[in-house]
């Protein structure tokens, strides 16, 4: 799935468009962003709320697919100006963070029921 | 001429300044292109800029100022981080995952999961740390540039 598929099925609002034909492999989802550096991997969608420019420099290190802000958070304008040149989409949504994923989730995993 | 200008861009220095998160992981974004000029894999380029990004946050949250230097010397990666700081009482604590002394500032931007030494561990080849409690803190990462 791509970038651009996942802003069509989630209804997710573009905030910083970056390359809408990345693949996105897997999703983490974390608030801490030792976790993140950590965990995720390359490709990852990562599911946050945190909004401060720091959020960039783990998804541009990481090689993340893309950050979606939750809660319909503010971002820092200065979060954007980076992601921007980074090339990173950054993507908002009102869902919260178990909402957003749990779509997701059920969109690439379709788990079957034990 | 041709050859000291290559080996001018196989290092750099930065200074850090405590507080000052809003550039932070410049050190490692330059490292990262350098080192895939240097036709580095991806996965030794991400160990190297997870542990200069770490150890820059480090600075950041908890010295007054510091520098980060790194060099590509033969197949190794040498970053060195030298602070003005705190420095660190007790490094064996201080390297088990879970145990912070991040304050509240940077905890709530979502840093301060005592997580920070242990990345850098994880992800490189070699750690030196030295402190001085008081005076600062010298850390000496190795990173192979031909795999772990």
């Known amino acids: ?114 | 001429m041709e050859e000291s200008e290559t080996m001018e861009a196989l290092e750099g220095s930065f200074q850090l300044k405590g507080g000052d998160f809003m550039d932070a992981g410049a050190a490692s974004k330059e490292m990262r292109t350098v080192l895939a000029n240097l036709g580095v894999p991806p996965e030794t380029i991400r160990r190297a800029a997870v542990s200069a990004f770490e150890a820059e946050m480090n600075v950041i949250i908890h010295a007054i100022a510091g520098t980060l230097h790194y060099a590509v010397e033969g197949d190794a990666l040498k970053i060195t981080i030298i602070d003005m700081g705190p420095g660190i009482k007790d490094i064996q604590l201080a390297m088990k995952e879970g145990y912070s002394t991040a304050p509240d500032w940077a905890r709530e931007m979502g840093w301060g999961s005592g997580m920070g030494l242990p990345n850098i561990k994880n992800n490189s080849d070699g750690l030196k740390l030295d402190s001085v409690p008081g005076e600062g803190t010298t850390l000496e990462i190795t990173i192979n540039l031909k795999g772990k």
């Open chain 1, 1 to 114: 799935m791509t970038v651009g598929e996942v802003i069509d099925k989630l209804k997710l609002e573009t905030k910083v468009t970056g390359n809408p034909e990345r693949t996105i492999k897997g999703c983490y989802v974390s608030d801490m962003l030792s976790d993140v550096l950590a965990n995720s991997t390359e490709g990852n969608l990562w599911i946050t709320r945190q909004t401060h420019p720091n959020i960039v420099a783990v998804a541009a290190i990481k090689g993340l697919s893309g950050i979606v802000i939750t809660g319909n958070k503010p971002i820092d304008p200065e979060t954007l100006i980076k992601a921007a040149a980074e090339e990173v989409p950054v993507l908002s949504t009102f869902l919260s963070s178990f909402e957003v994923a749990g779509i997701f989730y059920n969109l690439i995993k379709k788990p079957e029921v034990a």
